[in-house]
């Protein structure tokens, strides 16, 4: 085997383990230069794409917490990167939860506006598709129910889109101000959206964290990074070391790692002035508490 063929099929391999998408594909990409083992998976070419995408996966998993099933963070269990836009499969039971979730509605009772701005739903026969009505960016969602419709307005929360349609509402303009200025987004917002956005293209890789029962908490600091949070395995070395061989902080393209940086702690993986945080806890659950902390997620979603 050639050294170039032994590349691809590296690539290829990664590839796989990081997207679910089968190694035939994934060597076919290799093959016509769409990745290499520094970039294993697919980069979104668009600058608004790729903040699209990180706010999408920044929301869900801020929503969605220790409520999680199967391990499927994000509601997430596969996806079709490419640099054009990016395909998600949902799990079956979260994905009307995540749909919701991810609807931008006004908070009448508290003020604000929850969910991610600038998203619209439309659907087809084939499922549902999220664009952003700002920026332009699109995702494909599969493993939608059919029987999906949006929700009604209600318990003081109102989907802008109803009255705002394809254009920005005033109030998500406002709050995507907060995604961009460096006081809530942190020092390098351009950083965070490459980082989240390669997050939310991985997700078998990603998913491992709920290898052991399932949970897995995730959580933000305000729109600045993520924090990913499981009980027992794997441990947070070998997952780290797992993201990054994927290319998770790969510099972008033309890009360099910055000068000066200070080195990141274990378990902090860095792209720029972007973080995502990787921890495994240890709670030594008994048998019977865990499937009591099972069955309480899974109420959720009755």
């Known amino acids: 085997m050639s050294r170039r063929t032994d590349n691809h099929h590296c690539a290829a391999s990664i590839c796989r383990a990081a997207t679910g998408l089968p190694h035939r594909t994934c060597l076919g990409w290799a093959e016509a230069g769409l990745i290499t083992r520094r970039r294993p998976v ?135 101000h907060y995604w961009t200025r460096t006081a809530t987004a942190g020092p390098d917002p351009a950083s965070r959206d490459h980082l989240l956005s390669r997050l939310l293209r991985r997700p078998a890789l990603v998913n491992r964290t709920g290898n052991a029962h399932g949970w897995v908490n995730s959580y933000c600091h305000q729109y600045q990074d993520l924090v990913l949070e499981w009980c027992c395995a794997p441990g947070a070395p070998e997952m780290e070391r797992s993201l990054r061989r994927s290319g998770l902080a790969e510099p972008q393209a033309g890009g360099h790692p910055e000068p000066g940086a200070p080195p990141a702690r274990p378990g902090v993986i860095r792209l720029g002035g972007a973080e995502v945080t ?5 709670f030594a659950h008994g048998d019977g508490e865990i499937a009591g902390i099972t069955a309480s997620i899974e109420r959720r979603y009755r």
Do not use: K, N
């Open 278 to 282: 990787v921890r495994c806890m240890d």
């Open 42 to 176: 697919p980069d979104a070419a668009d600058p608004a794409q790729r903040a699209f995408e990180a706010m999408v996966a920044l929301t869900a998993g801020d929503a969605l917490r220790d409520g999680q099933l199967d391990g499927a963070v994000f509601g997430v269990v596969a996806a079709v990167p490419s640099a054009d836009g990016l395909a998600l499969r949902l799990h079956e039971r979260m994905a009307r939860r995540v749909v919701t979730e991810l609807l931008p509605r006004l908070d009448e009772d508290y003020g604000g506006l929850r969910g991610v701005p600038g998203l619209r739903v439309t659907s087809d026969t084939e499922g549902l598709t999220l664009r952003d009505a700002v920026g332009g960016g699109t995702i494909r969602l599969r493993g939608v129910p059919s029987s999906w419709r949006l929700p009604d307005d209600g318990d003081g929360l109102r989907y802008v889109g109803r009255s705002a349609g394809g254009a920005p509402h005033p109030a998500e303009l406002e709050e995507l």
